[in-house]
């Protein structure tokens, strides 16, 4: 199923991984497996990836950061498929991400000599990039009735789902709005009239879904197997500024 109805679906760059994913979760649906068993098993092809990177096994590395793609998105496939949306499963795959994105990074720093000051550069526009997709992702789906379990301003720990815990979704909503409330906060900031503009043009979702963390991962593992493991931070740290270059072109877009 779908995060957007058949008219408003765009090229998702970061997205390559949904058709498997969607088998997978088509497999899952009659089983005792949860979205959140899901996200559990994407957290460990993502340390599995970690570890290949300090070991130098770019190839697996590779391969691990490819499936950690494809349960990500295997995880809300199945709770749509088995009509078991939760703002629980929600907030820990958004808190995985981010912890593993940080080690994803740290993982290329330890065996390169790029220094730990970049790193941290890196990491901080590796997040923005990925919240000013989300962004606009997140608008486009409330603007023509997709998926609404993100909601565009992250405030406040949301009101439970049926089957879930509010205890359980306040805490991942407070670890959420630690590690993600600065991103949000910024990039609402640079883009503050977004959630009012008209449209957001299927080309223009596109070109930003090169800022997907799947997309980002793909370039990540490309480059580890072509030898280029030194140049990865710095890519990420260039490629921050086309982040500037897609707000002027989504501000040309709505005038």
């Known amino acids: 199923m779908s995060k957007l109805p058949t008219e408003h679906r765009f090229l998702d760059l970061s997205d390559y991984g949904r058709p498997i994913a969607r088998q997978i979760a088509n497999a899952l649906k009659n089983t005792n497996t949860t979205p959140i068993d899901v996200t559990l098993m994407f957290i460990v092809a993502g340390v599995i990836a970690i570890a290949c990177i300090i070991n130098h096994q770019y190839w697996a590395a590779f391969f691990f950061l490819i499936v950690k793609s494809i349960l990500d998105a295997a995880d809300g496939e199945l709770a749509r498929v088995k ?27 330890y065996i390169t ?3 730990l ?7 901080f526009g590796m997040q923005l990039q990925g919240t000013l997709y989300n962004y606009y992702y997140v608008i486009l789906r409330n603007k023509v009735n997709g998926d609404k379990t993100s909601r565009v301003f992250e405030h406040t720990s949301p009101i439970a789902m049926a089957g ?16 993600y409330g600065g991103f949000d906060k910024i990039i609402f900031w640079l883009d503050q009239n977004a959630p009012v503009g008209e449209h957001m043009p299927k080309w223009l979702m596109t070109a930003v879904s090169s800022f997907g963390l799947g997309f980002q991962l793909l370039i990540m593992g490309v480059m580890l197997c072509l030898g280029w493991a030194g140049a990865i931070i710095p890519f990420f740290m ?11 072109v989504r501000r040309l877009a709505n005038r």
């Open 117 to 123: 000051v970049l790193m941290l550069m890196a990491f």
């Open 83 to 109: 009509k078991t949306p939760s703002y629980t499963g929600r907030y820990l795959d958004s808190v995985a991400d981010i912890i593993l994105n940080f080690f994803f990074l740290l993982s290329i720093w």
């Open 113 to 115: 000599e790029v220094s």
């Open 164 to 179: 879930e815990q509010q205890r359980h979704v306040d805490q991942l909503f407070g670890a959420y709005y630690i590690l």
């Open 238 to 248: 260039a490629y921050t500024v086309f982040i500037f270059v897609f707000i002027g």
